[in-house]
Structures are given as structure tokens and as C-alpha cells.
């Protein structure tokens, strides 16, 4: 069990969670040490990067990520899972003024409760293709 991830809090959940608030040793909690994250900018490996990746300045616009639906596959503490969130960017001021939002989904993989892989797809469709949810 990884250190700061009790036994009842989802790791998606509180991926989601932990990068929602900046908590990033909570969100460095939901990882597996070899976790590798498919990021629109690239392949990030390993939870250290990982920790810089989630790591995001004050100001300028910031994204806020609501879960709407979450399909998991496979045994207790691994396999795989499809979180459909919709994505809500704002300015990072007291008035928090929306600036936009998207859906998508989001893929990931998961080994021992922890997160080992995590892949954004702007199509929903695909991402449930993907990860073995098609027509549900």
C-alpha cells in the first residue's frame, strides 16, 4: 500500500482529487514508482517527473477536472479504468471567471491500487474503445 493511500480511497478518485487541489504529495501517493504519464507534451516516466508534470504555477489559467463517470475492469487493485471528466479552465484570481471547459476521458492503468499508466483522449468513444468498454 503506498505511504498517504489508505486502503479505502480510490486512486483515481484521489488522483483526481490531489491534482484538483495541488496536493502533490497526495498525488504522487496514487502513482506506482514506475508510473508513466501520456501527456499532450509528451511521455513523462517515473513519479518524481511525474510530481513536476502536476506541478503548476499560480496565475494565468488553471484547469479544474469534475469526474461525471467511471467504468473499472479487472481485479481488486489492478487493471484498468476509464474516467469520463469533463476539463473546466479559469482564470486564477479570486473571481475564478470561467475561461472554458472540454470533455474527454481519461485512461489508466493500475497495478497494486496504484496508478502505472495515465492517457488522455479527447474522444470518449475512443478511450472506452481503448481500454476494452466499447458499447457499454
Do not use: C
Not at 507534451?41 to 461525471?68: D, P
Not at 489492478?78 to 486564477?92: E, Q, Y
Amino acid at each position: 500500500m503506498p505511504r498517504g493511500l489508505s486502503a479505502d480511497k480510490d486512486p483515481i478518485r484521489e488522483f483526481i482529487r490531489a491534482f484538483n487541489e495541488r496536493d502533490l504529495d497526495g498525488f504522487v501517493a496514487t502513482l506506482d514508482p514506475e508510473v508513466e504519464l501520456h501527456s499532450m507534451k509528451g511521455l513523462v516516466k517515473g513519479a518524481e517527473a511525474a510530481r513536476e508534470w502536476a506541478t503548476r504555477k499560480r496565475g494565468g489559467v488553471q484547469q479544474t477536472i469534475e469526474l461525471e463517470r467511471l467504468y473499472v475492469n479487472g481485479a481488486e487493485g489492478g487493471g484498468g479504468a476509464v474516467a469520463l471528466i469533463t476539463r473546466r479552465w479559469h482564470w486564477d484570481d479570486e473571481d475564478a471567471e470561467p475561461a472554458g471547459e472540454e470533455e474527454m476521458a481519461w485512461v489508466f492503468e493500475l497495478r497494486d491500487r496504484r496508478i502505472r499508466s495515465w492517457r488522455p483522449y479527447e474522444d470518449r468513444e475512443e478511450a472506452l474503445a481503448a481500454a476494452g468498454f466499447a458499447h457499454r
